[in-house]
């Protein structure tokens, strides 16, 4: 299939050369070309530029695109999509005073989830499932990590992956899958913590590695959870079986859980809520992306990632929804751009860079996926009519998005 996309009134994210990661200043930067065209081989950007210079192109579909922006696809790389059934009951306890604490310590929030998908069928999941991604992908995104970590046995944490491969066959979509054995303590190892990380060290990790089930390991390092020591042995395991650290920190405490993870070249460290100078300076110089989930920050009305101070101290910044059941029911990118420049006071320019080059890199995929490049991926997005690309985050409560494709085709 050739598409040809032609009188665009601004082709946003640019990129000449296959730029993997944008850091502090440069994020300001957001490369346009106006009055363009772009041009899609089967799934792949093949030439794009100002349309005085459209040469004759016989393409199977033509998209008028007058009045209208095309960027990059959104690059979703923390997320919890594959669950069972939801947790409002738990919303309306926050409501009426209880904290997401007081609610985890009730049985409540990740082992509530645990209980429910663990006594719900696979094909259930999967359906279930299936519907949130398609959501998501009408949204805008085309790329998007999913974790597992709500089955906590050997066989229900193999049941969410198994969904996670047959939602990666089935879709569109890119995905990036993440094993998160260790996302809580389930409740018959709840005096006895060191035996569900021995259980997720010596036996999860080698099933789901054999499978080849999952690409990255993850830890919710965080008190009441996860400490270093055990954050450490499960990314030392994960290591050991190819699986690239992406970690849970800093979500309501700061206790060098960045460090640790920056010691073991994760791929990203992710929430970030709280940060300690000590965090900012390790980041430095690493290869370790930030990537702050502001719309967690909202629903749960806890601080919001400091990304002023990650930025302007020279660090990338990625955004993500971190979409689950318990902290934040939405798939929606376009709600986490517009809330990192309302509330984590990021430019435009700043979100977009962190929505589509830095998630991208967030999950590995930096080199097909988030920009405007000859030879990446024809993931795209076509806005509705819109004065500027500033009408992205501006027009918050607003869906501006006229078209998407992924991997060269029109989503419908």
Known sequence: MSILIKNIKELLQVRETNVKIVK???????????????????????????????????????????????????????????YAGDRSQEFVDRINGLSYEEIAERGGGILNSVEVLQNTSEEDIYEQSLKRLNSMMQLGTGAVEIKSGYGLTVEAELKMLRVIKRLKKESLATIKTTLLAAHAVPKEFKDNKKGFVDLVVSKMIPEVAQAKLAEYIDVFCEKGYFDLEDTERIMEAGKSFGLIPKIHVNQFNAFGGVALAVKHKALSVDHLEEMSDDDIEVLKD???????????????????????????????????????????????????????????????????????????????????????????????????????????????????????????????
């Open 24 to 82: 502090g200043e440069d994020m300001k930067i957001l490369p346009t070309i106006k009055n363009a065209y772009l041009m899609i081989e089967h799934d792949t950007i093949v030439e794009y530029g100002p349309m005085s210079d459209l040469i004759d192109y016989e393409a199977e579909e033509v998209i008028d695109a007058k009045g209208k922006m095309v960027l990059p696809a959104w690059c979703d790389s923390h997320t919890h999509i594959v």
């Open 286 to 412: 690493s290869i370790t992306m930030p990537v702050a989930l502001p719309s967690c920050s909202y629903f749960l009305s806890i601080p919001y990632t400091p990304a002023r101070r990650i930025i302007d101290a020279g660090l990338p910044l990625a955004l993500a929804t971190d979409y689950n059941p318990g902290s934040t029911p939405s798939g929606n990118m376009n709600f986490v751009v517009s809330t990192a420049c309302i509330k984590l006071r990021m430019t435009p320019e700043e979100a977009i860079n962190a929505a589509t080059i830095n998630g991208a890199y967030a999950m590995g995929i930096s080199n097909q996926y988030g920009s405007i490049c000859r030879g990446k991926k024809a993931n795209l997005i076509i806005t509705k009519n819109i004065e500027s690309y500033n009408n992205l985050p501006y027009a918050f409560g607003d869906n501006l998005i006229d078209t998407v494709i992924i991997k060269g085709k029109v989503i419908s």
